[in-house]
């Protein structure tokens, strides 16, 4: 619009406070994200464990997810899938016990030890309308894997 200064002149009293033109606000996130994380306890896994998660609020959460190598040979492969969206995310690598490994939907990021690390698949979301079945499989000759999951619950 070139005429700012006159894209109000036809208006009249009453029409004073109406636009003649329309605007759309789209907002990719939630309204609101909580400030804490709920945390899903540790988990311990041999050799593959499934977590059921039901998300409170009404926006899919963001899963952050820590899984702590305690003892380990031949760890190559740690793979979650959420089984109700379908989504899985795998990090390939070689791993040794003491290895922390998190699953940052938050950031986007998979961290090995700290250190951002290749990875393949999808993040992981968690859908508020249904419960969510967390799968975790690790691949190795044998393993002991801690696991912990935590989100922070979101709302639109």
């Given at each position: 619009?070139?005429?700012?200064?006159?894209?109000?002149?036809?208006?009249?009293?009453?029409?004073?406070?109406?636009?003649?033109?329309?605007?759309?606000?789209?907002?990719?996130?939630?309204?609101?994200?909580?400030?804490?994380?709920?945390?899903?306890g540790t988990?311990?896994?041999?050799?593959s464990?499934?977590?059921?998660?039901l998300?409170s609020?009404?926006?899919?959460?963001?899963?952050?997810?820590?899984?702590?190598?305690?003892?380990?040979?031949g760890?190559?492969?740690?793979t979650?899938?959420?089984?109700?969206?379908?989504?899985?995310?795998a990090?390939?690598?070689?791993?040794?016990?003491?290895?922390?490994i998190?699953f940052?939907?938050?950031?986007?990021?998979?961290?090995?030890?700290?250190?951002?690390?290749?990875?393949?698949?999808?993040?992981?979301?968690?859908d508020p309308?249904?419960?969510?079945?967390?799968?975790?499989d690790?691949?190795?000759?044998?393993?002991k894997?801690?696991?912990?999951?935590?989100?922070?619950?979101?709302?639109?």
């Amino acid at each position: 619009v070139r005429n700012w200064d006159r894209i109000f002149d036809g208006r009249k009293k009453e029409d004073v406070a109406t636009s003649p033109f329309r605007l759309e606000f789209l907002c990719y996130e939630p309204f609101g994200v909580a400030h804490d994380y709920t945390t899903i306890g540790t988990v311990t896994e041999i050799p593959s464990q499934n977590v059921n998660i039901l998300p409170s609020g009404t926006a899919p959460a963001k899963l952050v997810a820590y899984a702590i190598v305690s003892e380990g040979t031949g760890v190559s492969t740690i793979t979650l899938t959420n089984n109700a969206t379908g989504e899985s995310i795998a990090i390939t690598d070689t791993i040794y016990a003491g290895d922390v490994i998190e699953f940052n939907t938050e950031e986007l990021t998979v961290y090995k030890n700290g250190v951002a690390s290749d990875y393949d698949g999808a993040f992981l979301f968690l859908d508020p309308s249904q419960n969510n079945l967390i799968t975790v499989d690790v691949q190795s000759t044998s393993h002991k894997v801690n696991l912990t999951l935590r989100y922070k619950p979101s709302f639109h």
